[in-house]
DNA sequence: GCATTAACCACAG
DNA sequence: CTGTGGTTAATGC
C-alpha cells in the first residue's frame, strides 16, 4: 500500500489524463494502490463493493456464478477500470474479479470518483466513452455465443489473446482448459478435442500452456464462420 | 436413415 | 489439470 503521486503515474486513464494538477493531487489523497498475486481475487460477487478499482498493470479475469456453473465473462487488461458497472450500479458486487497474473490496482474513493464526474464533463465523457466501448464489445460476444458454433468461439477467444492481450502469436495461455471452457460457454473437454484439432490441423502449435499460433488466416476464417 | 456437433461420464496419466 | 474414448441427444440433410 504504497503513497502514490497519480500526477507521475504512467498508466492513467484516457479520463484522468484531462484532470487538473489539483484533481490528480486530490485523487493521489484518496487512492490506495495494492499488489494482487496469481489466483488472488480482486473482488468478489456478493460483498459490498467500496471504491472505484482500476487495473493499472496486469490480466485478470471477470467471472460470475451463475444458477448451476461458473461463467467468465471476459477477460481484462490492464490499464483498464475494472467492475465500474456493479461498482456504480450496485452495492454488492455482481461478479468477481481474479488476478490470472501479478496485477497492480488502485482502489480510488467512490466520493472522489463521482466529484470528477459531476464537476469535469470531459472527464465524465471520457468515462461513458470507456463503458459504451465495453458494453458494445460485451454485445458481440453475447451474439457470438448463441450464433457461432464452439470453434468459432475459441479461434475467436485465441485471435484476441493474440492480437490484444499479448501482442504476439507466441504466448502462455492464461486460462485452463476449463476456464476457456467457461469463457466460451462449452465443455472442457470440447475445448480439449478443438485445441487438438487445431494443433492437428496445423493452424496452432500447443504444447501444455505454450500457444504459437500459425496459421492466423485460417483460424480468423474459423472464427468469422462460426 | 446417416452425419455432424457437442455435452456428459469415466478413467488414465 | 489434461487428453481420450464411449454414449447420447439434437439437428440437418
Sequence with gaps: MDKINCVLCKEKSTASCILSSEDLESLSNNNTQVQFRKGDIIFRQGTLSTDIKYLKEGLAKIHKTGPSKEKIINLVKGPSYIGLS??????????????????????????????????????????????????????????????????????????????????????????????????????RESVCRILSDFDNDGLIQLEGKKMTILKADLLCEISEKG
Excluded: H
Design 86 to 187: 456493479t461498482t456504480l450500479a450496485d452495492k454488492i458486487n455482481r461478479y468477481s474479479v481474479t488476478a490470472l497474473e501479478k496485477c497492480t490496482v488502485c482502489f480510488i474513493s467512490n466520493e472522489t470518483f463521482k466529484n470528477f464526474i459531476i464537476r469535469n464533463g470531459k472527464f465524465a465523457w471520457e468515462i461513458i466513452l470507456d463503458i459504451c466501448k465495453k458494453e458494445l464489445e460485451d454485445a458481440e460476444r453475447f451474439v457470438d455465443q448463441f450464433q457461432k458454433q464452439v470453434p468459432g468461439r475459441l479461434a475467436s477467444t485465441l485471435l484476441c489473446m493474440a492480437n490484444k492481450i499479448f501482442m504476439n502469436d507466441s504466448f502462455e495461455l492464461p486460462l485452463t482448459r476449463a476456464e476457456l471452457a467457461d469463457l466460451n460457454g462449452t465443455s
